[in-house]
């Protein structure tokens, strides 16, 4: 009995990578959190959870491989591991075929995680991303009627910010039509003037970055806004404020925020 | 018998002291880091130890580095989120972490929390402490436009304020300019950046304005409406331009006011744990 405070410093001295590794996965730091899942590894190879906690930190980072992909299905199957561990994985192996253009193994694995979790954030992203699957995809509606019955009388959990963040990239909306004209200007100019002059401007970001920025926040106003920048930029070359070092030649910053801050969020979204 | 227990204490002993070396030298590399300014790394170190510290107090002050590491990384949310297990591991914690807690405020543009923390700080027992907390707190109210508030903080806090109260008073006397009247002054082209000062900016705006409404006249005189459309595209942006600039130079003009005043009530003061004393908390404070 005297001898737990002992044993307890040395499950301590055990636990903490282990601890630090999933506290750094829950906040999302994916880098940090397959560094310590890796020093995990290294002492106790045969952990499965954090095998499975490495190979979403590997998806999440862009360093997985098809090994990564595979184990991530495969751990779907393994019965010691916890049911949400494999939840989990079920999910971000899904979003992954997903992105690859295998919407059918990832519909069946949205299903899994949307049926298996008790997690209510993975619940909710999971049926999310089946919602945006099937809109994709209209024939997957057929394959479960009720879940697809399901999934729409629940429409209403999935608000906007979580679409955003379940959608892949590319069926992001993108920039507001108002936004469009400054961006036709900008791939014009890039495209055609930018290669015969060189890069000229001293400012950072570039005139052509800082208009397409403005734009893109403000619509049209980027026009008066870039206008405004031409009319300043050899005032601020001139008074050598912010000076910044890119690849040997000094440029000055100047950044949108410093010129937009009173108009609030932007007025194009 | 006897011997037995010896040997078991003497394990006992070794096994501590071993884990004690181990936590110094993590100790040690999550400060190297931490002066390497590699706060993100650092902070993840001082989590660690946090983890594997056996007393209380010993690990709210690793958690309380690792928030002021995320805090100079400008991670707001991961700093709180840090300060809020050491307060709740030692809550004796709960000042020192107001003050980072008021810096995370600031990080998030949310003035009115920071105003909070530094204020429940200016009562406190450190000297040093008060003082840092009263500056930010009168920079807060200048950045609100209360200067009166802000005189108020700087005398309260009982330091030589002397310095202080007149860049205030200098900001008190200055004018700040309207961005309306810039904006309507605009109209005509350059005038809105004259009028708050900016007399080179004015000059480009006007020359550029001029060229191209002599160019819409002239094309429109030649009947070349091809290029007259063209130059009226251009001519239509300098003069938005122009209009834009008058109301963003006053905006400018009346932010550089309070940076200026700011900066000289701030100064260059800082503070930092002291790294011989970690994990127990004392601040060092610059002013």
């Not at chain 1, 002059?197 to 970001?205: D, E, H, K, L, Y």
């Given at each position: 009995m005297w001898l737990s405070p002992l044993f307890s410093h040395f499950a301590n001295a055990q636990s903490p990578a282990w601890a630090l590794a999933r506290e750094l996965f829950e906040n999302g730091d994916w880098v940090a959190s397959r560094r310590e899942i890796r020093r995990v590894l290294l002492a106790d190879p045969e952990n499965r959870e954090a095998r499975i906690l490495a190979d979403v930190c590997s998806l999440k980072t862009g360093q997985a491989d098809s090994a990564s992909l595979e184990r991530l299905e495969q751990a779907v199957e393994m019965p010691n591991v916890e049911l949400e561990t494999r939840a989990l994985a079920a999910y971000e192996a899904g979003r992954e075929y997903w992105r690859m253009g295998d919407s059918e193994k990832a519909y069946d694995l949205f299903v899994y995680a949307y049926r298996n979790t008790e997690d209510n954030p993975l619940f909710l992203r999971a049926g999310c991303s089946l919602f945006l699957l099937m809109k994709g995809?209209?024939?997957?509606?057929?394959?479960?009627p009720s879940l697809t019955l399901q999934l729409k009388s629940s429409?209403?959990?999935?608000d906007w910010s979580l679409q955003q963040e379940c959608m892949l990239p590319e069926e992001d909306a993108g920039t507001?039509?108002?936004?469009k004209p400054g961006e036709w200007t900008v791939a014009l100019y890039r495209s055609q003037v930018s290669p015969a002059?060189?890069?000229?401007?001293?400012?950072?970001?570039s005139c052509s970055e800082y208009f397409l920025l403005a734009c893109r926040k403000h619509g049209l106003l980027g026009f008066p806004i870039q206008a405004d920048r031409f009319f300043r930029e050899p005032s601020i070359v001139q008074q050598r404020q912010n000076p910044i070092e890119m690849g040997g030649v000094i440029k000055y910053s100047d950044p949108l925020e410093a010129h937009d801050f009173w108009l609030g969020e932007g007025v194009d979204r | 018998m006897r011997l037995k227990y010896l040997t078991l204490i003497l394990c006992v002993a070794l096994q501590l002291l071993a884990g004690s070396f181990a936590g110094e030298v993590d100790k040690r590399l999550a400060i190297e880091l931490a002066n390497e300014n590699d706060h993100h790394a650092a902070a993840i170190e001082f989590r660690r130890l946090a983890l594997g510290a056996p007393v209380q107090e010993r690990k709210g002050g690793y958690y309380w580095l690792a928030g002021y590491q995320y805090a100079l990384e400008e991670n707001a949310d991961m700093s709180d989120e840090m300060l809020d297990r050491a307060e709740s591991m030692d809550p004796q914690l709960a000042i020192s972490g107001s003050l980072l807690r008021g810096r995370n405020a600031l990080a998030r543009n949310n003035s009115d929390e920071a105003e909070f923390y530094y204020g429940s700080l200016v009562?406190?027992?450190d000297e040093e402490m008060v003082e840092y907390a009263a500056r930010k707190l009168a920079a807060i109210r200048i950045r609100h436009g209360d200067v009166d508030s802000a005189r108020a903080a700087i005398e309260a806090?009982?330091?030589?304020g002397s310095s202080l109260t007149a860049s205030i008073e200098e900001y008190r006397r200055g004018d700040d300019k309207s961005p309306a009247v810039g904006g309507l002054l605009g109209i005509v082209p350059g005038l809105g950046h004259a009028y708050s000062g900016e007399y080179a900016n004015a000059l480009r705006c006007l020359i550029l304005n001029s060229l191209f409404i002599y160019g819409m006249t002239h094309t429109a005189e030649k009947e070349q409406w091809g290029a007259f459309a063209v130059i009226s595209f251009f001519e239509l942006t300098w003069y938005s331009g122009s209009i834009y600039g008058g109301i963003d130079a006053a905006h400018r003009y009346n932010r550089r006011r309070i940076t200026d005043c700011v900066d000289q009530v701030e100064g260059d003061m800082d503070y930092s744990p002291d790294w011989e004393m970690v994990p127990t908390i004392r601040l060092e404070f610059v002013f």
């Open positions: 995809k209209p024939e997957l509606k057929t394959v479960s429409r209403r959990l999935f507001g039509i108002l936004a002059i060189g890069m000229r401007c001293s400012c950072v970001p | 009562n406190s027992a806090a009982g330091a030589d």
